[in-house]
């Protein structure tokens, strides 16, 4: 099986980008491995540090595994880890990818401490992606009222700023702030994408992987032109994760039902549903 740095790598070359989902049930989990593998192409699965925490490091690293044995390209990322400790930990688990998340340091702390997960990832014997973010969108998959304050009032990285970030860390993949959001607005598109900005930044660091975070909610034609901008890599998961409780709800209806996998199961199609479709996009199919 293909190495992530080789699906991400043939995607920046194709300018198409690899979804990225996040699960914290097994139910989920199949749900985005079904789907990709109806489309047969590659996805990322994704676990915060509180998704981790309710499905066990160990079992995601098994879920995963078990999966690859029937030859799906199936990879595990650690999604917005805080701590340089909670990295080492998943790259010693097993996992393929994990992102350091020091938006909220000071920015040498911040590089100093990315830093230390790039050269633990490139210690560690095995090839682990490692993604840092660069400029804040925000902290919660959430369905909001508004883009919160903290986020309209935050500035966004410059061209010159990834370079020296990309240049003193060492990180595989960017996720910058390119007026994206993390969650979903509630009664309109999320705020149009930067474009310019993707494609300057693209340009100038023509090896890097940029992955676009907070993506629930994006307009289509948005993510349309943010790949073919530059963007390879897509993260959603406030959108999966509506349409997986919508579904649950409508399973619930039933109050005769009491069987979990007859109700929970249109959670799953719906999230299945939702799946596909962005993964239909990302790959150009």
Do not use: W
Request: with cysteine; net charge negative.
């Amino acid at each position: 099986m293909r190495s992530l740095r080789e699906v991400l790598e043939e995607a920046r070359e194709k300018r198409v980008a690899v979804g990225h989902f996040n699960f914290s049930d097994s139910t989920q989990f199949n749900a985005i491995l079904q789907a990709a593998q109806e489309l047969s192409v590659p996805v990322i699965v994704g676990v915060s540090e509180g998704e981790e925490n309710f499905v066990k490091m160990e079992n995601a690293v098994a879920l995963v595994q078990a999966a690859r044995t029937k030859g799906f390209e199936i990879y595990l990322n650690a999604d917005h880890h805080k701590s340089v400790e909670a990295c080492k930990a998943v790259i010693d688990a097993g996992y393929d990818s994990v992102i350091f998340d020091g938006v909220e340091l000071p920015l040498e702390e911040n590089i100093a401490k990315t830093r230390e997960v790039v050269e633990y990832a490139r210690n560690s014997g095995r090839d682990v992606i490692v993604e840092a973010e660069l400029g804040y969108i925000g902290t919660s998959s959430k369905m909001l009222d508004e883009v919160p304050e903290d986020v309209l009032s935050a500035s966004l990285p410059s061209v010159e700023d990834a370079l020296n970030f990309v240049n003193e860390t060492g990180v595989d993949a960017l996720a910058p702030a390119v007026g994206n959001l993390h969650g979903m607005l509630k009664n309109m598109p999320n705020p149009d994408l930067k474009i310019d900005l993707i494609e300057s930044l693209r340009e100038a660091l023509p090896d890097t992987h940029f992955v676009l975070h907070g993506g629930s909610g994006i307009k289509d034609e948005d993510f349309k032109r943010a790949i073919k901008a530059g963007m390879n890599c897509v993260h959603i998961n406030t959108e999966i994760r509506k349409a997986y409780r919508e579904g649950i709800e409508e399973g619930l209806k039933d109050e005769n039902q009491i069987a979990p996998y007859k109700y929970i199961a249109p959670g799953k199609e719906k999230m299945k549903e939702v799946v596909k479709a962005r993964l239909k996009l990302f790959n150009d199919l």
